[in-house]
């Protein structure tokens, strides 16, 4: 399979336990992307890579969650301390040209 | 700063009929418009872009858009829609092609048979 790939599909976790997700994005793909859905809601920007650089982040990326891009492949976003509001699918996107591909998404259910 | 608008939760057609699934962007400069679409429990999948050239973009599985800038609209549609065409889409604005995509809150289309 050559799209983005990410793990794991599914996590359910408790309440302040830590959590990280991975993604691998599509081979070649320099810009990589963090989105979180929540039921009902589009996508909404977390944070974006250009090879091992994280130029942007929005301000729903508190201080409980970091992301990684260590060698400019594929990159892992953790959240420190879980909370319910937490819950929500996490998709990861890449690009090359400027068309965002998306992995199947990393749904976390905090309880 | 950018903004998507779609203004229908749901959308319904029946197979074979026309669709359209609308969309209104806000954006300062010239934007770049994407389509996605998203079936239960996965990812979402590329439709079409517009960057800029042609009004009407075709793209995947039979979908086209139409770009209006002077109605700062983005509408999705397809002639003869299907049942599997049943999803949920989204709308979404970027302010160039490598920046981060607004999206909007999505509509659920529901195809009958």
């Known amino acids: 399979d050559t799209g983005v790939s990410q793990d794991p599909r599914h996590k359910i976790t408790k309440r302040g336990q830590n959590v990280t997700f991975r993604c691998d994005p599509i081979s070649e793909h320099n810009r990589l992307y963090w989105y979180r859905q929540t039921l009902g809601q589009g996508p909404e920007f977390l944070t974006y890579f250009q090879n091992e650089a994280q130029l942007e982040k929005s301000r729903l990326l508190s201080d409980r969650f970091s992301a990684e891009r260590p060698k400019g492949s594929f990159s892992t976003l953790e959240i420190q301390r879980t909370e319910q509001g937490d819950s929500a699918m996490y998709l990861c996107a890449s690009s090359a040209t400027g068309d965002a591909f998306f992995g199947q998404g990393t749904r976390l259910t905090v309880v | 700063a950018q903004s998507v608008a779609q203004p229908e939760d749901q959308v319904n057609v029946a197979e074979g009929n026309p669709l359209t699934v609308k969309c209104t962007y806000s954006v300062s400069g010239n934007p770049y418009l994407f389509w996605y679409v998203q079936y239960p429990n996965r990812g979402l999948q590329f439709l079409l872009k517009?960057?800029?050239?042609?009004?009407l973009v075709k793209g995947s599985y039979g979908f086209e858009a139409e770009f209006n800038k002077s109605q700062t609209s983005f509408h999705l549609k397809k002639p003869s829609a299907l049942v599997s065409d049943s999803a949920l889409y989204f709308c979404?604005?970027?302010?160039?092609?490598?920046?981060?995509?607004?999206f909007g809150t999505g509509t659920r289309l529901l195809v009958s048979p």
């Open positions: 517009y960057i800029t050239g042609d009004n």
């Open positions: 979404a604005v970027s302010r160039t092609g490598f920046q981060k995509l607004v």
